[in-house]
């Protein structure tokens, strides 16, 4: 069976306005054409449907090239492989690193931005050459196709001839910032608001931010930590006692919940949809999934878990008597000087607050995504915030006005090795190294929403954050931190 390995919760995996198939031809192509080998043409196959966005190509191509009974009702494969078409704009072929007459192993970089990624594929030896493994996984940038780090000014101007392509093609409306020490050097907005009535996007626009508040509930749980109120390695059933499924919460730890490692599972799905409504407060959500069973064993693995970041919100709640977001506001928002980021509920006007706008692929219009909104943000994502917020945020933490040094070096420094993607998880951020300078800080990404934050070593901040789908804005920030320079010359 297909084992499409890919992450698409992964930074850097833009959408296009075009389709793939109408670029003009790269030296791929000519590269595919003289590997005149079965597992080579069996991929060029494949990459043709795939770039082409093309349903029924997919479906005819997995009933023909994959020894699986039905492959044509596969449709949860194929529904992945067209988001990863959407998301990418197709894929590019850069090097064969391996080719013989059953197994090929190429880099690919995405159309539409510098993430690359690997396709390892098996066939059989015989006729018709069906596939046997078939696995595409994204990778750090091979350094032989390393962007070159630039000037400062050199870096931005590069930064604003790329968002204007990006705006030109619709695929960006939103707003980017980037400071260097602490001070923005670079702060735009662009695009529209509300498309219906033409309301431009600003600087102070806010936007939804999904699980980049992953990032701000960490950090209240850490302060809790800090306060010696819980420990990193408390189980839950200590801090809910009156927890539903207690073999789960007899196992899972603070640092599990943390971590993604707990085996809690995601709250989106056919149940989330079936009372979307009805889900209003964090107690909501425990109520639903609460007897729900481990899907793995504590620590055995790590899998992105929005119900683990669910019950860190419950913990924070029980612990300080306090609803989650009056107590982010009062230790987080307020201490950091955040005075435009909150949790409203979707049902409220908030001034100032951008449509969110998703399409089902590259050659759809936008539209609203507003209806498949949950009721409001929760400790696992959602809310919203400026790009200035943002800052706020990231000078709070680096300046340890929300948490002392010890524990903000535990907060943000990598744990746990990150399935699909060349990172690691730490408490709520991930690090990773971009091109050889370290980075901390999280995405977040929805239909209609879309953000990302780093904070890097080399003294600089970058903030970006969209009103359309993944990974509008995340393709722009990770295009300027790879060539802006390794050090910002910081006192």
């Avoid at 608001?193 to 033409?198: V, Y």
């Avoid at 927890?243 to 707990?262: D, I």
């Avoid at 481990?294 to 878990?305: D, N, T």
């Avoid at 901040?461 to 390794?486: H, W």
Wanted: proline share 6%; with cysteine; aromatic share 8%.
């Amino acid at each position: 069976m297909l084992a499409l390995a890919i992450s698409c919760r992964s930074s850097e995996i833009p959408k296009s306005a075009a389709s793939a198939a109408s670029a003009p031809p790269d030296e791929g192509a000519a590269l595919l054409a003289k590997i005149d080998l079965p597992a080579a043409r069996q991929f060029a196959a494949w990459l043709t449907v795939f770039n082409a966005e093309d349903r029924a190509g997919l479906l005819a191509y997995h009933e023909k090239s994959f020894p699986y009974q039905v492959a044509s009702r596969d449709v949860a494969n194929i529904d992945r492989e067209l988001r990863l078409s959407g998301h990418t704009g197709g894929f590019l072929v850069k090097k064969a690193e391996q080719s013989t007459a059953t197994q090929f192993t190429v880099l690919l970089r995405e159309h539409d931005s510098e993430q690359f990624a690997r396709v390892s594929m098996e066939v059989d030896a015989a006729e018709p050459h069906r596939i046997t493994r078939f696995e595409i996984g994204p990778i750090p940038t091979p350094p032989e196709f390393r962007a070159v780090r630039l000037s400062e000014g050199d870096a931005i101007a590069a930064l604003r001839a790329e968002i204007a392509e990006s705006v030109a093609a619709d695929r960006f409306s939103g707003a980017v910032l980037v400071a260097k020490n602490g001070s923005p050097i670079f702060a735009q907005a662009y695009g529209l608001a509300d498309r219906e009535h033409k309301v431009p996007n600003e600087i102070e626009t806010r936007f939804r931010i999904g699980s980049m508040n992953k990032m701000i509930t960490a950090v209240a749980v850490m302060q809790l930590v800090q306060a010696g109120k819980v420990r990193l390695d408390d189980t839950l059933e200590k801090v809910l006692p009156d927890y539903p499924n207690k073999q789960l919460a007899s196992q899972v730890t603070l640092h599990h919940l943390l971590t993604h490692t707990g085996g809690t599972g995601d709250i989106f799905g056919p149940e989330f949809d079936a009372h979307r409504e009805e889900l209003r407060t964090i107690q909501d959500y425990v109520t639903l999934y609460g007897a729900r069973d481990l899907r793995f064993e504590p620590g055995s693995k790590w899998e992105y878990s929005n119900y683990g970041f669910m019950l860190l919100g419950a913990v924070i709640e029980k612990l300080t008597g306090q609803s989650y977001y009056d107590w982010v506001s009062e230790h987080v928002f307020k201490p950091a000087g955040m005075t435009s980021t909150s949790s409203p509920p979707e049902d409220q006007v908030l001034p100032g607050r951008s449509i969110p706008y998703t399409r089902p692929n590259r050659s759809s219009p936008w539209g609203s995504a507003a209806d498949g909104l949950p009721y409001r943000g929760t400790s696992a994502g959602g809310g919203d915030s400026t790009v200035g917020d943002l800052l706020r945020f990231a000078n709070a933490i680096v300046n340890h006005k929300l948490l002392d040094a010890e524990h903000t070096a535990l907060l943000t420094t990598g744990k746990v090795e990150v399935r699909g993607g060349p990172q690691k998880y730490a408490y709520g951020f991930s690090e990773r190294m971009i091109d050889g300078v370290r980075c901390f800080g999280h995405n977040g990404g929805a239909p209609g929403m879309n953000g990302q934050l780093i904070i890097c070593d080399s003294g600089y901040t970058v903030a970006a954050l969209a009103n359309l789908d993944p990974p509008a804005a995340e393709r722009l920030l990770m295009f300027v931190a790879r060539r802006l320079p390794e050090n910002s010359g910081r006192p």
